[in-house]
């Protein structure tokens, strides 16, 4: 096990540009969230994926999107960026939808 | 709607005392995980402990326990011989039985003074 990686670490986008960050979960994880922690908050949900199905969706528009991969790996893609979407993204995976979920350390993505 | 509340923006200790970071929820299921997690500058989210709503025992892990209300919808964390390597922020966060999400709070900064 090699635990959860994501990258890039940090990330400065355009207004309007389109961002891809990834995440590489440990093996056998089929269960993969994404949060969105902005600057002195908790995370919130974004979606989660279970065996490369969308399995729930918070309060986010469609313009953030995402998919998993049979390797166990994962992205989250935004358009169209906003410069509220500044913040720490954190990926986190488990089995099977147990509650054992294991976090990355996140990408810091500014969009200025 | 599930909500989380931590209402200690900051808090600081003593190295080698005790402290207690506070978390209130709001649920109207009653099957359901509450766990804190700790966030350092590494910012990757830690677990430090979980409690399942249907346990009536306070969990425990080391220098790290609960004080589990059910009733009254509180969950507090205790630490016990605060070292400098806890200085983190704490987040309380709520899932349900079989849920999808965590539901997190807002965050406590704990510093450990020397």
């Known amino acids: 096990e090699t635990g959860v990686t994501q990258s890039p670490t940090h990330l400065i986008k355009t207004r309007g540009q389109q961002v891809t960050l990834r995440c590489s979960s440990q093996s056998g994880h089929n269960t993969v969230s994404w949060y969105q922690q902005a600057l002195g908050q908790g995370p919130q949900f974004i979606f989660q994926y279970y065996r490369e199905e969308e399995n729930g969706r918070g309060n986010f528009p469609p313009r953030f999107s995402g998919l998993q991969f049979p390797n166990y790996s994962s992205e989250l893609n935004v358009n169209a960026l906003e410069l509220d979407d500044s913040a720490l993204y954190l990926c986190?995976?488990?089995?099977?939808?147990?509650?054992?979920?294991?976090f990355g350390s996140g990408t810091r993505l500014t969009v200025v | 709607a599930q909500t989380v509340t931590q209402s200690q923006p900051e808090m600081s200790v003593q190295e080698a005392e005790t402290v207690t970071l506070s978390c209130t929820y709001d649920?109207?299921?009653?099957?359901?995980?509450l766990f804190w997690y700790k966030q350092p500058p590494s910012r990757q989210m830690i677990l430090v402990i979980r409690q399942e709503a249907y346990k009536q025992q306070n969990a425990t892990e080391n220098r790290f326990s609960v004080n589990f209300q059910k009733a009254a919808k509180s969950f507090s964390l205790k630490i016990s011989d605060s070292q400098l390597g806890d200085t983190a922020m704490y987040f309380c966060a709520f899932m349900k039985r079989y849920g999808n999400q965590f539901y997190f709070g807002t965050g406590t900064s704990l510093t450990v003074i020397p």
């Open positions: 649920t109207s299921e009653n099957n359901y995980y």
């Open positions: 986190a995976s488990s089995t099977d939808r147990d509650y054992g979920y294991t």
